[in-house]
């Protein structure tokens, strides 16, 4: 049973970064669709950030492009997401999600059956 555990959320300063990490297992990241959610306060998560495992190159939301990237150490079974140049409305929960077989469920639908528990960021001067 997959399981995934976010770690590195906290208050960061406007222009700051942070670097998120998704811990995984159960989970192969070598064949795996992984993803990066953000859901701010009253709002629908939104997908930031997704990697296909056929051709590895992440995709991210415009809002987030030039700006976040996602990555992989399959060896630490863990994802990462830097953000760099936060912003107020980056604030909000974070969190990962895996999807063994089906890219198009997890990245372009959003839907996933297996999800970590998310990581709080908090953007404010």
């Known amino acids: 049973q997959p399981h995934l555990v976010e770690a590195g959320g906290g208050l960061v300063q406007p222009g700051g970064s942070l670097r998120l990490a998704c811990v995984t297992s159960?989970?192969?990241?070598?064949?795996?669709?992984i993803a990066w959610f953000h859901q701010a306060p009253g709002k629908e998560r939104k997908r930031v950030g997704c990697?296909?495992?056929?051709?590895?190159?992440?995709r991210y939301d415009d809002s987030v492009k030039d700006r976040f990237t996602l990555s992989r150490d399959v060896s630490k079974s863990t994802v990462y997401l830097q953000m760099n140049d936060l912003k107020p409305d980056d604030s909000g929960n974070y969190s990962c999600?895996?999807?063994?077989?089906?890219?198009?469920?997890?990245?372009?639908?959003?839907?996933?059956?297996?999800w970590g528990q998310g990581t709080q960021v908090t953007v404010s001067s």
């Open positions: 990697v296909n495992s056929s051709d590895g190159s992440p």
């Open positions: 159960g989970v192969n990241l070598g064949s795996s669709a």
């Open positions: 999600a895996a999807d063994p077989t089906d890219y198009y469920r997890l990245c372009v639908f959003g839907s996933s059956d297996y």
